[in-house]
């Protein structure tokens, strides 16, 4: 899909549309709506809600949303006239019942399912953050790093077999979702 989506649940708020970049999918049971920009291959898995209502979404190339996933931002004012959009990398990986709001997250990360992400927190690129942990509100995980807990906590660095699974991970779903595509 490319332009504005010709699908019901993708909608405009205030009058801006999503826009979607090539081959990218979202299922007919997700909710895609407003200041939203999806790059290339991305893939919005059952149930889940990307809001961009109040500040705006950026999802990179190859990344994939899993079921029931939560996407929010944070409005602005006129103490923070940022607020707090959310910006997430490419081929990253957002398993199953994950909270990102107003956060940002690198290329090549893995969220694991459960987990919860708050507003201004920064993963860095190549994280993989364990299911159930929470990373409040402006904390940053660096690159390179396993972070488990609540609130997450570093607990080692990644192994190379662990960094190539980030890569694996997305393509494995954008292959699923062009699957999902087929008549």
């Given at each position: ?59 990179g ?43 940002t ?10 987990s ?68």
């Open positions: 899909m490319s332009g504005q989506p010709p699908v019901q649940n993708v909608q405009a708020f205030c009058g801006v549309l999503p826009r979607m970049g090539r081959g990218s999918w979202v299922h007919d049971s997700a909710r895609v709506i407003g200041d939203v920009y999806f790059g290339d291959n991305v893939s919005i898995w059952c149930g889940a809600v990307v809001r961009g209502d109040v500040n705006s979404i950026r999802i190339a190859g990344t994939n949303i899993q079921d029931n996933s939560v996407l929010h931002v944070s409005h602005k004012t006129g103490g923070d006239p940022v607020g707090g959009p959310l910006l997430i990398g490419t081929h990253v990986t957002v398993g199953h019942s994950v909270i990102l709001h107003g956060c997250v690198g290329d090549e990360c893995l969220i694991g399912m459960g919860i992400v708050m507003d201004k927190a920064i993963i860095e690129p190549r994280v993989l953050l364990g299911a159930g942990s929470l990373v409040p509100e402006g904390k940053v995980l660096a690159s390179g790093y396993l972070y488990i807990g609540r609130p997450a906590k570093q607990v080692r660095p990644l192994t190379d077999e662990e960094q190539l699974y980030f890569n694996y991970s997305a393509e494995h779903y954008m292959k699923l979702a062009r699957d999902y595509q087929q008549p």
